[in-house]
């Protein structure tokens, strides 16, 4: 008894959006058709809109969140070298070191199949996207890092040069007493 329930149910769906169809037709003018595709427009067009102004926003929100995590990142790096400890302004340079040197080493093993077992080999090569990620990680943060240090520098000096060039203008533009 239930496929009779299925069948007349989907000869029911068929039957009532034809008979809407031809109701719709019979009774909506063109010109209320032509209407309605214009609010349909209107609403699809301003959805549009709003979803393009959300994106900006979000990109924008993104973009301060980023440059906050930089300035965080960098007022850490600079406590630390501001620390007395020989560790805590080394450890950028020793992690680089030492991650180059495990890297270069386990490599050589990749490459050269020096007495390592299929096993091992196969292990080993299961680490290879680990271990990339991780050196594109340190030599970006290192090499990334320096580069933002050596550019606050830069700016911090361009900074102070048109302070004193804006004090001598404006001396100069005094006139004399006397």
């Given at each position: 008894m239930a496929w009779y329930s299925k069948i007349f149910s989907a000869v029911g769906v068929d039957l009532a959006s034809t008979v809407g169809k031809v109701i719709d037709e019979l009774?909506?003018?063109?010109?209320?058709?032509?209407?309605?595709?214009?609010?349909?427009?209107?609403?699809?067009?301003?959805?549009?809109?709003?979803?393009?102004?959300?994106?900006?926003?979000?990109?924008?929100?993104?973009?301060?969140?980023?440059?906050?995590?930089?300035?965080?990142?960098?007022?850490?790096?600079?406590?630390?070298?501001?620390?007395?400890s020989w560790l805590s302004k080394n450890v950028r340079p020793m992690a680089l070191?030492?991650?180059?040197?495990?890297?270069?080493?386990?490599?050589?093993?990749?490459?050269?199949?020096?007495a390592l077992t299929e096993i091992q080999l196969k292990s080993l090569k299961e680490w290879i996207p680990f271990f990339s990620t991780l050196m594109m990680v340190i030599y970006g943060f290192y090499f990334g890092?320096?580069?933002?240090?050596?550019?606050?520098?830069?700016?911090?000096?361009?900074?102070?040069e048109r302070e004193k060039a804006k004090k001598q203008t404006s001396s100069i533009d005094q006139e004399p007493k006397g």
């Open positions: 009774v909506t003018s063109d010109e209320e058709m032509a209407l309605t595709k214009n609010q349909k427009l209107k609403i699809q067009t301003a959805y549009e809109v709003r979803m393009r102004e959300l994106l900006v926003k979000l990109d924008n929100q993104q973009a301060k969140h980023e440059e906050n995590l930089e300035s965080e990142l960098t007022g850490r790096l600079k406590l630390d070298m501001k620390s007395d070191i030492f991650m180059t040197i495990t890297v270069s080493i386990l490599a050589f093993f990749t490459v050269f199949d020096s890092s320096r580069g933002i240090e050596k550019v606050q520098k830069i700016r911090a000096a361009g900074i102070t």
